[in-house]
């Protein structure tokens, strides 16, 4: 499905209703908005495995402006800012009320901008394998950590001149290393709508938004529960970053889960363990 109502048209996908029967009336559920990684790619990335979710939740993936499958639109609108907005306003053109919103990766970035430009919208906040300030110097020595000199080069070539041929070597070399027990679906990249102008756009040549971007000081002002769940050996959002998270949040308001043993997307790892947090926490009170 598509959404035009205010100058961007976005695609968005529902799993599961938002009432459901419960004897004589008609419960309403939670809405989890979903934001995917990249950047430059789509929702898919989440599915099959959230969609267990719908178990407890109306399920609401979302593909980020100039992604997945939304209008490409141009890099003048390609920035955290209108990704941001476009979260909040889009949920106000769906007549969506205090969503739980869940960005993963990237779309972690995206839940950050909205959350900080927007703090009174969300119920409850899911910032899941993501940063608050990329430290490249920390992710190139956790990849060497990882895979060794090799890893650390490829990655240092790929964030600093990004391109194609670079991107296709990360992909190669250092993309396997960002799960320690994961089997891939082999399938998962092939299915993605992907724009990969969003991620050198984002990149730049070193100087990018990606670099330059910092929450820290915004990250005072979100006003909901949130949720911050990481593996120890993620080498593209380090565990430190998410330590970060929290020691910026408002007391009181964050939940850590880290997990040994686990990389980027504690889900393609552990996925009982990630459900079971995702789950416990949309529940609760």
């Known amino acids: 499905m598509h959404i035009t109502d205010y100058g961007a048209r976005l695609f968005f996908d529902v799993t599961g209703p938002k009432l459901v029967p419960d004897g004589p009336v008609m419960r309403e559920r939670p809405t989890l908005v979903l934001l995917h990684g990249g950047p430059g790619g789509d929702h898919s990335t989440f599915k099959p495995a959230f ?9 609401v993936y979302l593909d980020h402006r100039g992604q ?38 990237f779309g972690g970035m995206v839940a950050q901008a909205y959350a900080t430009r927007h703090p009174a919208h969300p119920g409850k906040l899911i910032l899941y394998s ?30 600093k001149t ?11 070399v250092c993309s396997p290393l960002y799960n320690r027990r994961a089997t891939r679906n082999p399938d998962a990249f092939s299915r993605t709508e992907r724009n990969d ?5 984002f990149a730049g040549n070193g100087d990018g938004e990606s670099v330059r971007l910092d929450f820290r000081a915004g990250l005072g002002r979100i006003q909901c529960p949130t949720l911050v769940m990481a593996g120890e050996d993620d080498p593209i959002t380090p565990i430190s970053r ?3 998270i929290v020691s910026c949040l408002p007391p ?10 686990a990389g980027h997307g504690v889900h393609n790892d552990d996925p ?4 079971r947090a995702l789950r416990d926490f949309i529940l609760a009170g």
Not at 51 to 59: H, R, Y
Not at 272 to 275: D, G, Q, T
């Open 242 to 244: 998410s330590e970060l």
């Open 130 to 159: 993501t940063s608050p300030k990329v430290d490249r110097e920390e992710i190139y020595g956790v990849f060497e950590r990882l895979g060794g000199p090799e890893a650390r080069r490829v990655a240092e070539a790929r964030w």
């Open 272 to 275: 009982a363990l990630a459900m």
């Open 197 to 201: 102008a969003v991620a050198f756009h």
């Open 68 to 105: 997945g499958r939304s209008d490409r639109r141009g890099p003048e609108e390609w920035n955290l800012d209108q990704w941001g907005d476009d979260v909040h306003a889009f949920c106000v053109a769906l007549g969506i009320e205090k969503p739980i919103v869940l960005g993963y990766s």
């Open 162 to 172: 990004p391109s194609p041929e670079t991107s296709a070597a990360y992909q190669a």
């Open 51 to 59: 969609d267990s979710l719908a178990e407890v939740a109306q399920l």
């Open 252 to 261: 009181g308001l964050a939940t850590l889960v880290r997990v040994p043993d």
